[in-house]
């Protein structure tokens, strides 16, 4: 890992090492790097590892530590976090799933287009970015201009494509920012060419992870392009009397499931058997500049996980209430997003797809958080308050044509 | 590889070695061990290596060479048993897929769910565990609860996933029994969660392989369970004159081509360009434990192959003749399941399909032995003679309604 | 890499090394010979790499340099030639998909049976062998000898499966021509057997390269195969004004939007943003030996790429005309095959689909030749008019019933 020497001052605040570069013939199969190794900050660590045997066999990841927080980022599996760790708190929970599974062991049509499920265990997954959402038919045009129906998978490719370029920066100077960066490209002849550039970094003692995305339309006309972050937590952010703080402008049930969930959409149960995953659908107050922040808190409010993100670039959030058995998935999903999870052909009707121009951008930015004991949780419920500003959220008790196909 | 510290006496028993275990990332790709090396019985070596190149490469294979009868067992394609040979005798068939071929080159969905048979040419191959048999449509539960119709793909994923967990393991004690254990998991968000753990084990110079397996259901909830052994036999077991031993009980074809050969469905002929397969269903007789035997036997009953196995664990005996020419596999299936290889929702409906509770368990074991010579073919004709005491088999003539969707 | 030592004559003509034998348990990662190191002519390399990271990751690929004429042969993919360079000239395109893309990231499947394009960016590609042309139901029969509507997904199998064996030959005599020998296998039990041998030879500073294939049934009765070589050019033999020479016998636009352009079919233009493909069908005169020769040319007559094949093994030619923009891929594909890419059970009607009985041989040749210079362009140009002999197209305005499904 050597500091940068190109002329470009930004360039120059940051040392980094390549792990994967498939154009240019590059790939690190093991590296390490720590504060003392480049007598940068103390105390944090990242390492590249790849995985060998079973369904992880060939699999790549990327553990970054600062020192408080660490996590592990999968640049075989689209760049999502697989999970992390914060002062002995675990982050992300405890799929069925237990390994990273390769994507060659997926096949997304599987199931009626269910396969993404087979290998879904991450902290933070993004869905898209072609379409996200429940598998559903869609009308595409072909090579020949035809108009067909086709099968979108569930949640679409972004999670089971590996990434082509991945590498490791560290800042020069305090407060010594580090991070993994990657590019995934989603692409096809005769259809969809996204390219995501993200960058996933943090701080050295930091509780805060951000996650630094842009999707890229490389096509030479305008498309579509669907993007949502679904995190998901267990315990111990999630539990019993645990519930969801966050500046509510109107919630609705997805479906009837839902709705007898309603009046409680906020606050989570135990462990239950048999239970039906219940759907929010819901748009967030922000403040001034389109900020706003969400946040799992347990029931004695000493722990919590928050997202902060700008409705402008993730509009619509969903929750995803799981509180199944903990051989089932114990889980609540967090999904701040361009729509929300519909078949994408309900979601265009609705104008929740975003269109971008050849070499159209589109950013999105979330910072994940971890608050631990009293003070720090209730700081940051004061914050989620202070975007409220005292406003009442409409609840609808029934799902709502403008969320949900009823 | 060193024998167990452990208190436990059952460990101490044991010399073992881990050559894969992925939640704690261990992953040997090349290892050896020998009666000579270990100074343990004579004769007998174990090897393990990761296959380069083509169809199979990445795929890793454990070869068990008791000293008389060696075989492969394959953790990459869920502990399947690639093939053997005992006494210079082959065990297994010439299938036209001619090497093992990685999970990654099979989409189980393509042809109208027949991709299966792009992978298969193992001897002895587990089919389920969610669903065996022939594709078709069954309805299941979806996240959201609903019922959806999904495609049940042949023979399901079992034989398509690598094992998680591999390890050897070598009895310090005479009459050390060695062999690979394995642990295979099918699982998937909301859906089924089966962990197959599996020991496959001989003794020095024993003629006789036993598969030991657990099948547990890890969901919070009931989930259904299929497994059915497909064990294959070509050449020299097979051949004209050739015929299947057993205590039959009853027997019906599976359908108008099976009707067909019925009167002399346990007799093989010559390899036949153009022959259509025939499938024979049928239950079997047991002794006073519930164990029974099945054997091929060659023409002049100088060689013969048989499994033996429990009816309380395998109720259900399919009989797969496909003496097609030699380009085409010429090979029988002896194939003992919790039921018989149809679409699922008719096995469902007779009632053929296990349920476990949560944390249920279902064991199966089966022998497979290698009988050369006329004297220890004839003891074993002798062993299933006493097992069928004179009871005359019910064959039927035509497919019948509880064995077949006729 | 050792000279033969066979008794055979042919054998000791040539130095062979063999790069992957799965069979063998032979496979070699990482491989290089020169001219100098054999000294053998001059000027000449050959290497193999092993790709890692991101969708190439364990893709295989062979380059040979002959001095003059470099280029990229993928075992892994098919035996494919991703790319070229003569004399500073790129041979390809420049497909939306940038990098080669290893098989088990490809679902043939996916969207309706064009999954084949997430990884459509080789030079040379083979679509087929049990079946090419657009996605489309055709009925087989099965195991139980029933008649089945399955999917055929677009292009087939072939250049989705690696080779099981690979091995480079360099002649010891003048003129040490050079190349890479593969074999293929598309098979499945109850299904198609088969196995595409291939050579693709070069000789040091030709500017031609000659592909070799025998493709040979292994099934025991008699079966279908198809076979079609998609040769893909963008710039710089593909420029606005550029054209394709050919002793057209007859011409038919395919569908209604490639008989917009049929007066101008064989005339290339700018790219052009939202360019719906044009596909022309045609048959081509030959001399009288059955050689053909094809030659896209750039504007001004200095740069041209050529095919040389025999009409009586690929007696259909396809031009496939996709001057979109840059970004969307601006490519023509001349595609010499044993059909048109229509659904197969179309062609199997218009009798375009080969059979072969067991252990048939079916041999398709085609030499890829590129001419840099005013005079060696002319001098093709005239080869072809010697072949056309003054006779004149028949082109047909509309889709004719012979051609296309209309």
């Given at each position: 890992m050597v500091a940068s020497t190109k002329a470009s001052g930004l360039?120059?605040?940051?040392?980094?090492?390549?792990?994967?570069?498939?154009?240019?013939?590059?790939?690190?199969?093991?590296?390490?790097?720590?504060?003392?190794?480049?007598?940068?900050?103390?105390g944090w660590r990242i390492g590249k590892r790849r995985l060998y045997g079973g369904v992880s066999d060939s699999v790549d990841i990327v553990t970054v530590d600062n020192g408080c927080l660490s996590f592990v980022v999968v640049p075989t599996r689209g760049m999502g976090i697989w999970k992390g760790e914060y002062g002995g708190a675990f982050l992300g929970w405890d799929s069925p799933v237990k390994n990273l599974v390769h994507p060659h062991h997926i096949t997304l049509e599987a199931r009626g287009g269910l396969g993404w499920l087979d290998g879904f265990n991450e902290w933070v997954v993004r869905c898209g970015l072609s379409s996200f959402g429940a598998p559903a038919i869609d009308i595409v045009r072909d090579n020949q201009g035809r108009e067909q129906n086709v099968m979108l998978t569930l949640h679409g490719r972004i999670a089971?494509?590996?990434?082509?370029?991945?590498?490791?920066?560290?800042?020069?100077?305090?407060?010594?920012e580090m991070g993994v960066e990657g590019t995934v490209c989603e692409r096809t002849m005769f259809g969809s060419n996204l390219k995501l550039t993200t960058s996933v970094v943090t701080?050295?003692?930091?509780?805060?992870?951000?996650?630094?995305?842009?999707?890229?339309?490389?096509?030479?006309?305008?498309?579509?392009?669907?993007?949502?972050y679904h995190c998901n937590y267990g315990s111990p952010f999630?539990?019993?009397?645990?519930?969801?703080v966050a500046p509510f402008?109107?919630?609705?049930p997805r479906d009837a499931a839902a709705a007898k969930g309603v009046d409680?959409?906020?606050?989570?149960?135990?462990?239950?058997?048999g239970f039906v995953e219940q759907v929010f659908f819901m748009e967030l107050l922000a403040d001034s500049k389109g900020r706003t922040k969400v946040m799992l808190v347990n029931s004695d409010e000493t722990k919590a996980a928050s997202l902060s993100f700008s409705?402008?670039?993730?509009?619509?959030?969903?929750?995803?209430?799981?509180?199944?058995?903990?051989?089932?998935?114990?889980?609540?999903?967090?999904?701040?997003?361009?729509?929300?999870?519909n078949p994408k052909r309900f979601e265009r009707e609705k104008n929740r797809v975003v269109k971008l121009g050849p070499a159209g951008r589109y950013r999105a930015e979330i910072a994940l958080s971890v608050h631990l004991g009293k003070d720090d949780v209730q700081k940051a419920i004061d914050e989620i308050d202070e975007i409220r500003g005292g406003t009442k959220p409409t609840v609808a008790k029934e799902p709502i044509r403008e969320f949900s196909q009823v």
């Open positions: 360039d120059e605040r940051f040392s980094e090492k390549i792990l994967t570069d498939v154009e240019n013939n590059v790939y690190v199969e093991r590296w390490d790097v720590s504060s003392n190794e480049l007598g940068l900050g103390q089971n494509l590996p990434a082509n370029l991945v590498k490791i920066r560290v800042g020069l100077r305090p407060p010594h701080t050295p003692e930091s509780n805060t992870i951000e996650v630094l995305d842009t999707v890229e339309n490389l096509r030479g006309i305008r498309d579509e392009m669907q993007l949502l999630l539990e019993d009397g645990g519930r969801l402008r109107c919630v609705a409680s959409f906020n606050v989570f149960g135990l462990p239950t058997k409705v402008k670039q993730l509009p619509y959030f969903t929750l995803w209430k799981n509180t199944a058995s903990k051989d089932e998935g114990y889980v609540v999903g967090l999904e701040p997003g361009t729509g929300f999870p």
